[in-house]
């Protein structure tokens, strides 16, 4: 059996949906904002079923219009723009994630946390100089990145790379020198002072927290590395020097990767094999990957 529409009223408490926010977001807002609980929100009726879709019933419940929550929300897309509702499939590069926690405020004048359909490209709010990216599981997580502007201007030079390099040349960098990058943190490469500032803002926030090698203060703290190193396996002409038969012109290259990259000390014994062999192991990666 079904109930009447007219068993489902308006809220006194509306909250705008955010842009990309994932349907179930949008609902446990709501019930938080109006401390109503969810499953009665959604079920006000516990022996009878709405004929309404989800659609439906959110227009009714926040006094959104239609359009405006279909616009915001890919959960409630539907490509023939009928009134049934369909799950509308994330793009391939988007990952759920918290939005920007200062974002949340300025759109929807809410502190109420926002879950969104996100690019993984996206690591750092430019707008609000957060750390929102890999790692982040929390909106408390959010690193304020203000003491380290060059993991922001990284952000930039990430974006910059994929318009002149095109996304394909890029992922298959980014995939590529995952490894490499990983290798040259645990053999200790100096990230200068950045991973001490984020890590003691880290502490300030949260002292009864350990962090530990998947924390987002150390994920930040390499991240402009990483972009560079994604900018230098970018350059074709770079990586047929590293696969070159010519001996000097290898030279050269690894020359070129150490002007990019200064460590602390030299390499020695397998430390410096390992690093030779995974950098030519990576641009044979990225090789194979744009050319399968």
């Known amino acids: 059996m079904t109930f009447h529409p007219a068993l489902i009223r308006p809220l006194p408490i509306t909250l705008p949906p955010f ?13 938080l904002a109006n401390h109503v609980p969810l499953a009665r929100l959604r079920s006000p009726s516990r022996w009878l079923d709405s004929r309404l879709t989800s659609l439906d019933t959110l227009c ?64 750092v709010c430019i707008r ?24 922001i201007r990284a ?21 590529a020198t995952g490894k490499l990058w990983s290798g040259l943190a645990h053999r200790h490469y100096q990230l200068t002072h950045r991973a001490e500032l984020l890590h003691d803002l880290v502490v300030v926030k949260a002292p009864t927290v350990e962090p530990d090698k998947k924390a987002p203060w150390l994920e930040a703290a390499g991240y402009p590395e990483h972009i560079t190193l994604i900018s230098l396996f970018a350059s074709d002409h770079w990586r047929r020097s590293i696969l070159s038969d ?24 397998t430390s ?21």
């Open 128 to 151: 609000h100089n957060l750390w929102i990216g890999k790692n982040v599981l929390a909106p408390e997580q959010q690193l304020d990145l203000s003491r380290t502007p060059d993991v």
């Open 272 to 292: 410096r094999t390992w690093l030779s062999t995974t950098i030519e192991a990576t641009a044979r990666q990225i090789e194979a990957l744009l050319n399968p």
């Open 246 to 269: 010519d001996l000097l012109v290898v030279i050269r290259a690894i020359a070129e990767f150490h002007r990019r990259f200064p460590l602390q000390a030299p390499l020695r014994g």
């Open 19 to 31: 842009p990309g926010e994932c349907e179930s977001s949008y609902w446990n807002r709501l019930a």
């Open 60 to 123: 009714v419940l926040s006094g959104q219009p239609r359009k405006t929550l279909a616009g915001a929300i890919p959960d409630l897309r539907t490509d023939d723009a009928s009134p049934t509702t369909e799950n509308h499939v994330p793009a391939p590069d988007h990952t759920l994630r918290w939005a920007c926690r200062r974002c949340v405020v300025t759109r929807t004048g809410s502190t109420l946390p926002a879950q969104v359909w996100a690019s993984i490209h996206n690591e």
């Open 155 to 175: 952000q930039r030079h990430y974006w910059r790379l994929r318009q002149r390099y095109g996304p394909t040349l890029i992922d298959a960098c980014y995939v």
